[in-house]
């Protein structure tokens, strides 16, 4: 009789201790979730930070220069449509709406400007953050979009340049297409499974001639 497979983190595949066995999520990749949240509210904030980068040429500290006879456009599209609604606040409300669905919650309340909404959503996302990685069903795409907002902010704001992807290539022969910060890794040719540790001692993928 073959033994039942051990449970797994959903955001790095690594086992689950014994203390983790009914979470969704292991504690370093909660915790991650929670940076990723407080680094995003605050008057220092990345989400605080967009409406400075709004002008051209604010990003990396030069004037804005235009080639062309046509006028530059007045502000900067990327910082602005995550500043937006429809942006980072909108969309962490649009999962705090299906947490409280969830939890029989009523609908949560914003009040004052898209600034304080964004405080708000946040804090409310930690209060709620240990439940979601026990219990909801989506908390690792909620993790993975998470952090692909904050990489959008940051490279918006000029923190960060766009993360590099990179081949490894998977014991069955396929690449893997990832990036230095990736959690986990599944195949999809032969569906193994690598958590962090396990990505980070394959080999680089050769390269094809094109």
Not at 43 to 58: K, V
Not at 90 to 113: A, C, M, N, S
Not at 146 to 172: D, H, N, S, W, Y
């Amino acid at each position: 009789m073959e033994a039942a497979p051990t449970p797994a983190c959903t955001i790095c595949l690594r086992a689950l201790y014994a203390d983790e066995l009914t979470h969704q999520a292991c504690r370093p990749c909660t915790d991650r979730v929670d940076q990723q949240l407080r680094a995003l509210a605050g008057p220092d904030g990345l989400y605080a930070r967009l409406s400075a980068s709004l002008t051209p040429g604010s990003s990396s500290g030069g004037p804005a220069v235009s080639g062309s006879r046509t006028a530059p456009i007045p502000v900067r599209l990327d910082p602005l449509s995550l500043a937006a609604r429809g942006g980072v606040v909108t969309i962490l409300q649009t999962w705090l709406i299906d947490w409280h669905d969830l939890l029989g919650y009523r609908h949560p309340r914003w009040e004052g400007g898209l600034q304080q909404q964004c405080d708000q959503v946040v804090q409310r996302l930690r209060v709620l953050l240990p439940w979601a990685a026990e219990a909801h069903g989506a908390f690792s795409e909620f993790a993975h979009e998470l952090g692909q907002l904050r990489r959008q902010c940051e490279a918006a704001t000029g923190g960060e340049k766009p993360t590099r992807r990179f081949g490894v290539a998977c014991t069955c022969g396929a690449t893997l297409k990832i990036t230095i910060e990736s959690p986990g890794k599944k195949c999809a040719a032969c569906g193994a499974q690598y958590g962090l540790q396990e990505l980070r001692r394959l080999p680089l993928a050769e390269r094809r001639a094109a």
